[in-house]
């Protein structure tokens, strides 16, 4: 019961207004209560149509699992542990924006943790720091080696899922930018008559960026063109821009396939000031289609990949364990070629 101010000057007191219940939602959405509570427990044979007006209700209605009660009653919790890092990552942020969705979805909170990964002790305070409530599971994500290491390591006392991108497993739903994506954009190039490609890859302790190497170096192949040079970047705009930059020489390329959107964006404005026309002279694309990518100078090829669909992926390889069932699979759509103003057919000469 709420309480508002009387024109008389008194208190005046104001009904409460009553939560949703699954029920309300069920009848919202013209379904069972039995598959609103399935939908919330991340099952997923579910048909689209019917997902969808679930998803309708539950937002109309702002439906809010009864975290409190629903642990009383259960005896355990459903609170989720989530440890991370390098989130200022395009990759990574999304990935657990993703996770914390769909935990949200399976009625548990999603409690995160950023490690900064040059404390040694990073992983033991985190566990620390988190295990002081009760979980019902913890849920790592790793990008770099350092990280996958200490997980694997760390003795969790409770359901715990490491994921991180593995080297060369052809069902791991974050590797399959590299399986897929990266040969379709060296296809693109080739299909736009480039010969002589430049990769500018991410730095080496990351699987990720091994896995892009790797695919650039077979699309290369089996397209039967030919590699000028791999260059090497952090991530950041300013690494691309100084991998171009510190050249002595340009490569004979007339294409650079960069490993994401942001060195993409550094490597441009060096090939520019080394004076080359984007994409007349030179033609170059990158991955993730971050928001920004539609507005470079000139609007930049990319690809759009699923990270959200990754976090769910995570989420339920952890939910399996916790509940013990069956996984459910992660449907994650392959990375989707965007193709701006930024490669264009290879100039004269530069075969």
Known sequence: MGASADPLGG???????????????????GVSHQTVSRFLKGFEGIRPETRNRVVQALD??????????????????????????????????RIVEGAS??????????????????????????????????????????????????????????????????????????????????PALVAHLAGLGHR???????PSVWSA??????????????????????????????SGYRAIMDLADLPEATAYV?????????????LKERGLRIPEDVSIVGVDDIPEAAYFDPPLTTLRNDFEGQGRAAVFQLLARIERTAVSPAAV??????????SGPVPPGGR
Not at 258 to 270: C, E
Request: proline residues 5%; charged residues 20%.
């Open 11 to 29: 208190i005046r007191a104001t009904p409460a207004v009553k939560a949703a219940t699954i029920y309300d939602v069920a009848q919202a959405a």
């Open 60 to 93: 109309e209605l702002g439906y809010r699992p009864n975290l409190t009660a629903r642990s009383l009653k259960s005896g355990r919790s459903h609170r989720i542990g989530a440890l991370t890092h390098e989130i200022s990552q395009v990759g990574p942020s």
């Open 101 to 182: 969705i769909a935990a949200r979805e399976a009625g548990y909170v999603l409690d995160i943790v950023s490690l900064d990964t040059r404390n040694p002790s990073a992983v033991d305070e985190a566990l620390a720091l988190i295990t002081q409530h009760d979980l019902a599971g913890v849920l790592a994500l790793a990008v770099t080696d350092e990280m996958t290491k200490a997980f694997e390591a760390t003795a969790f006392r409770v359901p715990a899922y490491v994921a991180s991108e593995s080297e060369g497993a052809m069902d791991d739903p974050r590797g399959v930018l590299s399986r897929v994506g990266i």
């Open 196 to 202: 002589r490609l430049v990769h500018v890859a991410g």
């Open 209 to 238: 960026a091994r896995n892009r190497i790797h695919a650039y170096e077979g699309a290369v192949e089996d397209q039967g063109l030919h590699s000028a040079g791999i260059l090497h970047g952090d991530w950041s705009a300013a």
């Open 258 to 270: 960069v490993a994401n959107d942001q060195m993409a964006l550094g490597a441009m404005l060096a």
């Open 333 to 342: 759509p392959p990375p989707l070629l965007v193709a701006r103003r930024s």
